[in-house]
Every structure is written in C-alpha cells, then in structure tokens.
C-alpha cells in the first residue's frame, strides 16, 4: 500500500512511502494532482518507497509525462538502489528526460 503527504508551495513535493504497484494508481494520482495544481514544478520523493514494479513504475511514467505536457515538470529525488535498479531497467530516464532525475 502506498502513503502520501504533500508539502505545499509553489513547488511542493509529493513524499511517497510503501509499495508502488498498480493498487496504488488511485492514490498516487490524486496525490500528485493536487500537489500540481497552480505549482511551478512538482517533486515526488521515493524515500519511503520499499517497493516498486512495473506497474508502479508505469503509473509514474504516466503522470509525468502528463504533467510535462500541462507544463508542470516533475523531478523525481531519493530513489533507493531498488527504486533506480527499476528505473533502469525500464528506461524510465529515456522515456521521461533526464531532467526528471537531477541527481
């Protein structure tokens, strides 16, 4: 299960905690949807996150590039080992843009 707080702001941040997998779509997306309204930029914190698959992984490809084409960007920061392993697999960075990842 996922859980989510948001730190409001012109750039808030979306802190994620738990497992991304596809019963987290609802949650996730409410959450990044509310942060993004009237924000500069929106950056999801995976510090918490302990798992994630390919839906999980999906799911966040989706929302970003929703967001890119509103023009909202979004950075993603605190992947864990696990977390960037997925990423990487999946070449998550080449269907996003590295400028997802600064770090």
Same mark, same amino acid.
């Given at each position: 299960?996922?859980?989510?707080?948001?730190?409001?702001?012109?750039?808030?941040?979306?802190?994620?905690?738990?497992?991304?997998?596809?019963?987290?779509?609802?949650?996730?997306?409410?959450?990044?949807?509310?942060?993004?309204?009237?924000?500069?930029?929106?950056?999801?914190?995976?510090?918490?996150?302990?798992?994630?698959? =390919?839906?999980?992984?999906?799911?966040?490809?989706?929302?970003?590039?929703?967001?890119? =084409?509103?023009?909202?960007?979004?950075?993603?920061?605190?992947?864990?080992?696990?977390?960037?392993?997925?990423?990487?697999?999946?070449?998550?960075?080449?269907?996003?843009?590295?400028?997802?990842?600064?770090?």
């Amino acid at each position: 299960m996922l859980r989510t707080s948001i730190a409001q702001g012109p750039a808030p941040t979306v802190y994620l905690a738990g497992e991304m997998d596809l019963d987290c779509a609802d949650t996730l997306r409410e959450a990044v949807n509310a942060a993004a309204l009237g924000a500069e930029t929106v950056t999801l914190d995976f510090g918490g996150v302990e798992f994630i698959d =390919s839906s999980g992984t999906g799911i966040f490809v989706r929302l970003a590039l929703d967001l890119k =084409s509103q023009g909202t960007p979004v950075v993603a920061r605190n992947l864990s080992p696990a977390v960037r392993g997925v990423f990487d697999m999946l070449r998550v960075r080449e269907l996003v843009g590295d400028e997802v990842f600064p770090d």
